[in-house]
């Protein structure tokens, strides 16, 4: 049994050409690419700390015939759900997989920049002889993971109801006796603007720690074609 139970969640279809929501300014195809890479380097990341974890994936149905090869390793588990949203979590996860856990972490897949080492420190951060949740978000106040060891489907399914907004899941939560950490470190990519902001922060050297050479050059294969729009 592991102690950590950590979920890549996928809202909605991000690899099916006719279901994917285009970012705008972005072409559907380099849309389906940039949600192929922020995945990636998300899996890339979380291998690292496998062994401690249990890592699942949550993805759309519309998906399952477009998983690229090797998009996920084989110890990762997936859980496929049929709605063409997300509203709420598999019944089943939240009956078996999730339960055998004492730590459950709920990251956003279009999110970047929390490194090993701070998934690492969420972790220590959670209080184990009480109720707790450590909260990462964006500078727009974007959920991007939620950690805690008695995250009731409630308050799963709320990150989800109340579209990761920071300060009503915070009012959500605030009314229950909890102890709350907040992190702010790391981007949710939900538009172009939040685009250029990836395009500046994997311009810096410390971004190496998150995103690795082989990532960042995939990357830079999508900063050139758009290079114009960019404009930073």
């Not at 705008?24 to 990636?40: A, D, K, Q, R, W």
């Not at 090993?116 to 978000?137: G, M, T, W, Y």
Request: proline fraction near 3%; charge should be negative.
């Amino acid at each position: 049994m592991n102690k950590n139970a950590i979920i890549i969640l996928v809202e909605s279809p991000i690899l099916n050409p006719a279901e994917v929501k285009q970012f705008p300014g972005l072409s559907t195809n380099y849309t389906v690419y940039l949600n192929t890479l922020l995945f990636s380097n998300w899996v890339e990341n979380l291998t690292v700390i496998n062994e401690s974890s249990e890592i699942i994936a949550i993805l759309s149905e519309k998906d399952k015939e477009y998983l690229p090869k090797n998009f996920l390793p084989e110890e990762f588990q997936k859980v496929f759900y049929s709605n063409s949203r997300l509203i709420n979590f598999p019944e089943d996860l939240l009956k078996q997989q999730i339960k055998s856990a004492s730590n459950i972490t709920v990251l956003f897949y279009n999110s970047i920049g929390l490194r090993p080492s701070d998934i690492l420190r969420v972790f220590n951060l959670i209080q184990e002889e009480e109720a707790s949740v450590v909260i990462a978000k964006s500078g727009r106040n974007k959920i991007v993971l939620s950690c805690s060891n008695n995250l009731d489907n409630l308050l799963l399914n709320s990150l989800l109801k109340l579209n990761r907004e920071y300060s009503e899941y915070l009012n959500l939560i605030s009314s229950k006796d909890i102890f709350i950490n907040t992190l702010e470190c790391c981007l949710s990519i939900d538009d172009f603007e939040d685009i250029k902001k990836l395009y500046i922060e994997l311009s810096k050297k410390e971004s190496l720690s998150y995103c690795s050479q082989k990532m960042h050059e995939s990357f830079n294969d999508l900063f050139i074609e758009y290079k114009a729009l960019l404009n930073v």
